[in-house]
């Protein structure tokens, strides 16, 4: 696809509401974000036509767009002046190139009445 073709891509306004609440909330998930821009409070409804939507290829182009302009702000960020700025930029960039270091947990299972009777 040409360079022109990707910047001439038209979304419905409601398809460009629901692409523009992933990318300015990208915390939320796809069926929240459905469920802010479209009049439908049915979980299972806005889970499936979310993730219908996301596979139309012109609200993938557009959301990749607006991928790429993120990746430059964040590598751009790397070189600001302010500190904290650079090495949370730093991070983001090296968590994704390398993979986020993955925190080991350990679950221990209790039996308090078990515990109990032999204390009594």
């Known amino acids: 696809m040409s360079k022109t073709a990707k910047n001439t891509i038209k979304l419905a306004p409601k398809v460009k509401a629901f692409a523009d609440e992933l990318i300015n909330n990208p915390k939320i ?8 821009t479209h009049k439908t409070n049915n979980r299972t409804t806005a889970r499936i036509n979310a993730s219908k939507t996301l596979t139309n290829t012109n609200v993938q182009i557009y959301l990749n767009k607006h991928i790429d302009k993120a990746r430059n702000k964040i590598v751009q960020l790397i070189d600001s002046e302010r500190e904290n700025i ?28 078990s515990a109990l009777n032999d204390i009594l």
């Not at 998930?29 to 802010?36: F, L, V």
């Not at 090495?87 to 009445?113: C, F, H, Y």
């Open 29 to 36: 998930s796809q069926t929240e974000a459905y469920i802010r």
């Open 86 to 113: 650079s090495l949370q930029a730093s991070e983001m960039v090296l968590d994704r190139a390398l993979g986020k270091p993955v925190q080991q947990t350990q679950n221990i299972n209790l039996n308090i009445d």
